[in-house]
C-alpha cells in the first residue's frame, strides 16, 4: 500500500500514511453530554487517550453520548460507502455531524480519523506519531470525546475510527461504561466457555466484535470438538507460540495448512473461508439438499466447504448475495457457528 502525506485544511485529508490518517481542528459551536456504553477496543482507546493526557498533566476526557453518536455515524458511513474523509459524501463535514447529534455548545471541536486498524493501540500509536493528530489528543481545550469503530469487509480499508473531541462536558458526562452483555452472540459464546471451549482474556474481556486470529480459532475448534493438543507438525513461526499445539494437532490431520514459504502466521486473521473449512472437516459435516448460492464463490477454492457449511444452517452469506470468503471473521460469528455444530 502506497504512503503518502498531504496538508489540507478543514473537510480534506490531512495526513495519510499506509494506514491512512486524518485530523481536523477548529473552534465551533457545541450540547450536554451523557455517557454512553463502548465496545472494548473504543473503551481501550479511550484509557490510552486519557493514560497519554495524565502523563502530560493534562486532565482526563469524559465519553459524550453526542459526540460519540457524532463519530459513530460517521465511522459507519465511511465503512458501508467505502470512502476515507472528514467531509461525508453529502458534504456535511464534521461540526456539522457533531451539532446535527445534539452537542451545540460555543466551544473548541476536533477530529481525528483512522482507516486499516482494528486495534486501538495502533490507532492510537498512528496519531500519536503524526503531529497534526497529536495537537488534538493533547488539546487542553477538550473535556469529553466521543469514539466508534466500524468495519464493513468490502471496504478498502475495512476498518473505521472516528474520534470527535468537544470542550465542554455537562454534569451527567462521565466514565465510560463497558458491558458485553448486550452483543448479539454474547449467549453463544457463554455457553462455549461454559464448557470448556472457550477461553476470554487475562483481563476476563470477550471483545466479540474483535476479528480471530488464525491461532485463536484453531484452539478454539481443537477444544470444540476433543481433538488432543500436540502433532508433528511445526511451521517456521510456531515454534514458540502459545497455541503451537493446537496448531500442530490440526495440522496433522489436514484440517489447516501454512503458506508457501514455510510459516503459519499464528497471529494473523483468519478467513470465513478458512474457518468453514476447518468447521466442516472437524465436525464432520455432509452436504444437504436446498444449499443457497453465492454469486462469489463458484471459482473459490473453499467452495465445497462453504455448500456443505451452508446446507447445514451453519453459515449464511450477505444480503447483496455474496459469502465474502476472503473477509475476516469476527470471534462473535465464529463462536456462533461452532456453537450450531457442537451444541446440537
Known amino acids: ?3 503518502a502525506v498531504f496538508a489540507a485544511k478543514e473537510d480534506t485529508i490531512i495526513n495519510r500514511i499506509i494506514i491512512a490518517l486524518v485530523m481536523i481542528l477548529i473552534l ?11 465496545t472494548f477496543e473504543e473503551h481501550a482507546l479511550l484509557d490510552l487517550i486519557n493514560d497519554y493526557r495524565a502523563s502530560k498533566g493534562l486532565g482526563a476526557l469524559v465519553l459524550s453520548e453526542r459526540l460519540s453518536q457524532a463519530a459513530a455515524g460517521h465511522s459507519l458511513d465511511m465503512a458501508s460507502k467505502d470512502y476515507f474523509s472528514h467531509k461525508s459524501l453529502n458534504g456535511a463535514g464534521f461540526s456539522d455531524r457533531i451539532k446535527a447529534a445534539g452537542y451545540t455548545f460555543s466551544t473548541a471541536l476536533g477530529e481525528n480519523i483512522a482507516a486499516g ?3 486501538a493501540d495502533d490507532a492510537f500509536a498512528a496519531w500519536k506519531s503524526s503531529p497534526g493528530h497529536n495537537t488534538i489528543m493533547l488539546s487542553k481545550a477538550y473535556k469529553a470525546v466521543g469514539l466508534a469503530r466500524a468495519f464493513d469487509t468490502d471496504a ?4 473505521y475510527w472516528t474520534a470527535d473531541f468537544g470542550g465542554v462536558a455537562d454534569t451527567s458526562a462521565r466514565a ?6 448486550d452483543n448479539w452472540a454474547y449467549e453463544y459464546i457463554q455457553w462455549l466457555i461454559n464448557q470448556g471451549m472457550l477461553s476470554g482474556y487475562p483481563d476476563g474481556s470477550l471483545r466479540p466484535e474483535n476479528p480471530i486470529t488464525r491461532a485463536e480459532f484453531s484452539t478454539l475448534v481443537a477444544k470444540s470438538f476433543k481433538i488432543s493438543a500436540g502433532g508433528s507438525k511445526v511451521f517456521r513461526d510456531t515454534k514458540r507460540h502459545w497455541a503451537k499445539d493446537y496448531i500442530a494437532a490440526l495440522a496433522d490431520l489436514g484440517y489447516i495448512s501454512g503458506y508457501v514459504d514455510g510459516s503459519f502466521r499464528p497471529d494473523g486473521l483468519i478467513t470465513r473461508a478458512e474457518m468453514v473449512k476447518m468447521l466442516t472437516q472437524a465436525g464432520g459435516l455432509k452436504a ?8 462469489d464463490v463458484s471459482n473459490h477454492w473453499a467452495r465445497d466447504y462453504i455448500k456443505i457449511a451452508a446446507s447445514n444452517g451453519i453459515v449464511n452469506g450477505y444480503a447483496d448475495g455474496k459469502f465474502k470468503p476472503n473477509a475476516s471473521c469476527l470471534r462473535a460469528e465464529t463462536a456462533t457457528c461452532v456453537y450450531r455444530i457442537v451444541s446440537d
Request: glycine share 2%; hydrophobic share 45%; proline share 6%.
Open 1 to 3: 500500500m502506497e504512503a
Open 28 to 38: 465551533s459551536i457545541a450540547a450536554p453530554a451523557t455517557a454512553t456504553a463502548a
Open 117 to 119: 486498524q482494528w486495534r
Open 156 to 159: 478498502k480499508y475495512q476498518w
Open 176 to 181: 465510560a461504561e463497558y458491558s458485553e452483555a
Open 288 to 295: 444437504r439438499a436446498g444449499a443457497p448460492s453465492f454469486s
